[in-house]
């Protein structure tokens, strides 16, 4: 069993970076991939980043490509998702999920944080 629970959400201007994190529970945060999501008002739940058990690989949707980096440490039972140069279309709501391995579909994750608002004003 693993808990998730997500931070570092909230407002911030088009351009500009947020970081969140998201701290899990228990010893066995290394055997699982980790992902996150984002699900705005109205629409689909949808893939953002992911990042392999070691941390070696790394994956990103198209539409936040070089501007937003996933990475985590095992050591703290956290991953991360920088955010930089933001725009309005980013706004949504962040989660993180933890599954066997690294996926952009949502049902390969087992177990999901309880999500972080961001919000990117023009």
């Known amino acids: 069993q693993v808990q998730l629970v997500e931070s570092g959400g909230g407002l911030a201007q088009a351009g500009g970076s947020l970081r969140l994190s998201c701290a899990a529970s228990?010893?066995?945060?290394?055997?699982?991939?980790m992902g996150w999501f984002r699900q705005a008002p109205g629409k689909e739940r949808e893939f953002v980043a992911g990042?392999?058990?070691?941390?070696?690989?790394?994956y990103y949707a198209d539409s936040v490509k070089g501007r937003f980096t996933i990475s985590r440490d095992n050591a703290k039972n956290t991953v991360y998702l920088q955010m930089n140069s933001l725009k309005p279309e980013d706004t949504a709501v962040y989660y993180c999920?933890?599954?066997?391995?690294?996926?952009?579909?949502?049902?390969?994750?087992?177990?999901w944080g309880q999500g972080t608002q961001v919000t990117v004003s023009s």
């Open positions: 999920a933890a599954g066997g391995w690294s996926s952009d579909r949502t049902s390969e994750y087992d177990y």
């Open positions: 228990g010893r066995t945060f290394r055997s699982y991939a």
């Open positions: 990042i392999s058990r070691s941390g070696g690989s790394t």
